[in-house]
């Protein structure tokens, strides 16, 4: 079983402050995902990532960024967060030539 | 437009009763149809998996039954219990381990005692 960790698991915030969702794996795999929940229940990928130094915008436009400097990292970053931003971010894992995704716990990010 | 169409959008179940959750499918070159299951505060983990070279697989209580023809699959929850209410994601895609999964817009389960 995976272990993938998101930071923090929730997060309250003023508009216009810059934040940064934390999301590691211990299991060294190369892919990881960003998915952005809606309140309702659906299920959006707004960022991907094959690897170190590999990112990719995924289905949904978002204004976020991601980064991958190290396997086991993965960063969100919002520059200047707006109410509109409001959501539950779920980071997620694959594993090597497998479909399984690995989802972490998420954080649920409210922008005030 | 919406590759992965779920439904319904919410369900209640007497214990022990039947849940079927239903999924319809557009693109034709999907090969692996996954179903997720999700707690309240987790995140979705997977429940079971299926590859259009069947038309059924079944673990335990859980059975997804696949029409390749009709573009569709549905997961069939048997004797369904209480711990199974959750919220849950049908979703597909192509390309082996290089594809995306596509989610549907999930189904949120209650069973009631």
């Known amino acids: 079983e995976a272990d993938i960790y998101q930071t923090p698991r929730y997060l309250v915030i003023g508009t216009g402050k810059k934040i940064t969702l934390e999301c590691s794996q211990t299991?060294?795999?190369?892919?990881m995902y960003w998915y952005q929940q809606d309140p309702g229940m659906e299920l959006h990928l707004i960022h991907y990532s094959y690897g170190v130094n590999s990112t990719e915008k995924g289905d949904l436009s978002s204004e976020s960024t991601v980064s991958r400097i190290r396997t086991e990292h993965f960063p969100l970053t919002l520059e200047s967060a707006r109410p509109s931003h409001t959501s539950q971010y779920l980071c997620?894992?694959?594993?090597?030539?497998?479909?399984?995704?690995?989802f972490g716990s998420g954080t649920q990010l409210s922008v005030l | 437009q919406q590759q992965v169409k779920q439904s319904p959008q919410s369900l209640i179940v007497q214990k022990g009763g039947i849940s079927i959750i239903n999924c319809a499918y557009e693109?034709?070159?999907?090969?692996?149809f996954p179903w997720y299951q999700q707690f309240p505060g987790k995140g979705p983990a997977l429940l079971i998996a299926?590859?259009?070279?069947?038309s059924e697989k079944k673990e335990g209580r859980f059975t997804i039954s696949f029409n390749k023809s009709a573009k569709q699959f549905s997961l069939h929850i048997m004797d369904s219990q209480p711990g199974d209410s959750a919220t849950y994601f049908c979703a597909a895609t192509s390309g082996g381990s290089q594809g995306n999964l596509i989610f549907g817009k999930g189904t949120k389960l209650s069973v009631k005692p």
């Open positions: 997620a894992s694959r594993d090597p030539g497998r479909e399984k995704l690995f």
């Open positions: 299926i590859r259009p070279d069947v």
């Open positions: 299991m060294g795999h190369d892919k």
């Open positions: 693109n034709t070159a999907f090969d692996y």
